[in-house]
């Protein structure tokens, strides 16, 4: 069996990928099947050196127990996929690309019980379109910290040195994510034809998960201002899911940074750029939007979501009345929300 690991990177088109592997029917390739194909909490459970610090583990409020008894679970149907007859063998999580060497070495040794013959494939984005999007992908995963906090460079070598070190750079295939360097045009159909399949875009299942500049910004400000995401039990994630797609179809805009505040962050990691870019073999930095409503600074998305107020009730009011209780429990919530601002309203007076 030869053995393809899809490792991202993340906002490369990965969930499409993912759900067209999980429901393309390919008689020579063996996928582990999963709600949305993604194996990164799977990764994350098996291979990660802290796993209880993971994602899925924290909003999902798992104890070490618990995730040793779902990673017992995962690993033999893993076992099971791998063993099989089948000429190809597909896992797929953005995962890997974040894991430390000791877990990709994990990893490695996990699948050469089955073949040797192990081939990874990423793509990789370029660095201001991955940043705006990376942001978008923090805020929907419940940060709350300020724009400014932390950095959502893409640590280009610090994912991809590893996967080098540890696979052997012959062995992984790293493509510019953009149209103009992908088969047909197409992610999707791109990685299908690193596994030795002609894929037709009829059955491509395409995945949007992207916000508006105004959504953003009205996420952005619960997650900075308010109570931010549910998490720690289970479930949480898709409680918080619900929240974000009761914002999604607001605004129209996309979210774009200006070059005011992405200069600087390029030239921090100028020598990081270069890495990727002597990797590949050809230029990867994209130049910053300058035109349109741009974001330099947490006051400018704190006005986006200001002026979407109206836009914000209204989609309130939709979300009210679209609830399938009865009457009366739909009365006593009205109640009790109503009840909930009297209160507020009070407490701010006073204060």
């Known amino acids: 069996m030869k053995i393809i690991l899809h490792a991202g990177m993340h906002k490369t ?17 063996a996928i582990p099947q999963t709600a949305a194909g993604n194996l990164s909490g799977v990764v994350s459970m098996l291979f990660d050196d802290e796993p209880e610090k993971g994602v899925m583990a924290v909003s999902n409020g798992l104890t070490k127990e618990e995730l040793k008894r779902r990673g017992d679970i995962w690993k033999n149907r893993l076992v099971e996929t791998l063993r ?65 906090a932390g950095t959502i460079w893409p640590n280009y ?60 910004a009205l996420l952005y400000v619960q997650r900075r201002l308010g109570d931010g995401a549910v998490q720690n039990f289970l479930g949480a994630p898709a409680a918080n899911n619900a ?16 070059s005011e505040f992405i200069g600087p962050i390029l030239e921090k990691n100028r020598a990081d750029l270069e890495w990727m870019e002597a990797r590949l073999g050809m230029p990867l930095e994209d130049a910053p939007e300058t035109e349109g409503r741009l974001i330099g600074s947490e006051e400018d998305l704190l006005t986006v979501a200001e002026e979407n107020y109206a836009a914000l009730t209204d989609r309130l009011v939709e979300t009210i009345r679209a609830d399938g209780r009865s009457s009366r429990d739909r009365l006593v919530r009205n109640l009790n929300a109503l009840r909930a601002l009297c209160y507020a309203s009070l407490d701010s007076s006073r204060n």
């Open 84 to 148: 099989c007859d089948k000429e190809y063998g597909v896992l797929s999580a953005e995962k890997i690309s974040t894991l430390p060497q000791s877990g990709l070495i994990r990893l490695r040794e996990f699948i050469e019980k089955f073949s040797p013959d192990i081939k990874v494939v990423a793509y990789v984005r370029k660095p201001v379109s991955f940043m705006q999007s990376a942001f978008q992908q923090r805020v929907k995963g419940g940060a709350g910290q300020s724009l400014f």
């Open 243 to 258: 929240f974000i797609e009761a914002l999604q179809g607001i605004g129209t805009g996309k979210l774009m940074f200006s």
């Open 13 to 29: 088109g990965s969930s499409s990928i993912q759900r067209t592997l999980n429901a393309a029917d390919l008689p020579n390739h």
């Open 157 to 216: 070598q610090k994912r991809f040195a590893g996967i080098d070190d540890i696979f052997g750079r012959e062995n992984v295939t790293l493509k510019i994510f953009d149209p103009d360097h992908l088969r047909s045009r197409d992610v999707v159909i791109d990685f299908f034809s690193e596994i030795g399949v002609d894929l037709s875009p009829e059955v491509v299942i395409r995945t949007n998960e992207s916000l508006s500049l105004e959504a953003t």
